[in-house]
């Protein structure tokens, strides 16, 4: 197959390794705060394209570009192939956001919510603090570094300028979105468990002792269990988030194979 002069095709690699970067930076919670501008995301994603492309061996094609239509779909699938990176890799810290907004809500301090800078949406202040913790464990493992080496990896997999708009098989990612679940509601028991048998003890003492206001009692009681809770079970959530995150990773380079011509 005839393939294009050797500075256009190295631009045109460039360009479609930079389209992977971009969708992994704009789909991504780690990478993709509002506070960045654009401008840097875009110059952070040409420096990563620029490194990662300079230790592969490359080529593109000519009969890729001979029509729009051809183009859309390489392009389509760049794009599709690191989203698919980026949400994929991330769902331990998506389990964790979960996992924080119902702890907030069950801990009585669902009304405290504050802005998220990184997603603009409310969130309890248990739920945003558990993000940042999560975030801030995540960069301690060089979790950002492992992404990048993912979207390396998956040049190497799944080259640049590929056809192939659709999987080939079955990615299984509907079993994972249920284990990120499963992943939440492990984080989520022990909170769920405690207030159910503060509920219960407040009940026995409404009934023994009528002339206590259990509803001004019940709310402290709530808020003080969550924090004591916290404090124990945080160790346990950090653990689990380590668990699963280099697992995640491969699932998500398990998925993108499927792109494979």
């Given at each position: 197959m005839t393939e294009l002069a050797l500075p256009t095709n190295v631009m045109l690699v460039y360009l479609l390794v930079f389209i992977r970067y971009v969708a992994l930076v704009?789909?991504?919670?780690?990478?993709?705060a509002v506070y960045a501008p654009p401008a840097y995301r875009f110059f952070f994603c040409a420096l990563l394209s620029?490194?990662?492309?300079?230790?592969?061996?490359?080529?593109?094609?000519?009969v890729l570009f001979?029509?729009?239509i051809s183009i859309f779909v390489v392009v389509i699938r760049e794009f599709a192939i690191g989203a698919l990176i980026g949400i994929l890799a991330f769902l331990p810290l998506t389990a964790l956001h979960i996992a924080g907004d119902q702890t907030g809500t069950v801990s009585g301090l669902a009304m405290a919510s504050v802005m998220d800078p990184l997603s603009q949406n409310q969130i309890s202040i248990i739920g945003q603090m558990q993000?940042?913790?999560?975030?801030?464990?995540?960069?301690?493992?060089?979790?950002?570094?492992?992404?990048?080496?993912?979207?390396?990896?998956?040049?190497?997999?799944?080259?640049?300028g590929g056809l192939s708009f659709f999987p080939a098989n079955d990615m299984s990612i509907g079993l994972w979105i249920q284990e990120t679940f499963k992943l939440a509601?492990?984080?989520?028991?022990?909170?769920?468990?405690?207030?159910?048998?503060?509920?219960?003890?407040?009940?026995?003492?409404?009934?023994?002792?009528?002339?206590?206001n259990i509803f001004v009692l019940g709310l402290?009681?709530?808020?003080?269990?969550?924090?004591?809770?916290?404090?124990?079970?945080?160790?346990?959530?950090?653990?689990?988030?380590?668990?699963?995150?280099?697992?995640?990773?491969?699932?998500?380079?398990?998925?993108?194979?499927?792109?494979?011509i």
């Amino acid at each position: 197959m005839t393939e294009l002069a050797l500075p256009t095709n190295v631009m045109l690699v460039y360009l479609l390794v930079f389209i992977r970067y971009v969708a992994l930076v704009e789909v991504s919670t780690l990478f993709s705060a509002v506070y960045a501008p654009p401008a840097y995301r875009f110059f952070f994603c040409a420096l990563l394209s620029m490194a990662s492309v300079s230790g592969a061996n490359l080529t593109i094609p000519l009969v890729l570009f001979e029509s729009w239509i051809s183009i859309f779909v390489v392009v389509i699938r760049e794009f599709a192939i690191g989203a698919l990176i980026g949400i994929l890799a991330f769902l331990p810290l998506t389990a964790l956001h979960i996992a924080g907004d119902q702890t907030g809500t069950v801990s009585g301090l669902a009304m405290a919510s504050v802005m998220d800078p990184l997603s603009q949406n409310q969130i309890s202040i248990i739920g945003q603090m558990q993000v940042f913790l999560g975030f801030w464990f995540y960069f301690c493992w060089n979790g950002h570094l492992l992404i990048i080496q993912s979207v390396i990896e998956s040049l190497r997999l799944v080259p640049p300028g590929g056809l192939s708009f659709f999987p080939a098989n079955d990615m299984s990612i509907g079993l994972w979105i249920q284990e990120t679940f499963k992943l939440a509601v492990r984080m989520l028991i022990p909170f769920y468990c405690s207030i159910l048998l503060a509920d219960i003890g407040l009940g026995f003492l409404a009934r023994t002792v009528p002339q206590m206001n259990i509803f001004v009692l019940g709310l402290p009681l709530r808020v003080g269990l969550g924090f004591l809770v916290l404090l124990m079970v945080l160790p346990l959530i950090v653990d689990i988030l380590y668990e699963n995150m280099e697992r995640y990773i491969e699932f998500a380079l398990k998925s993108v194979i499927a792109f494979r011509i």
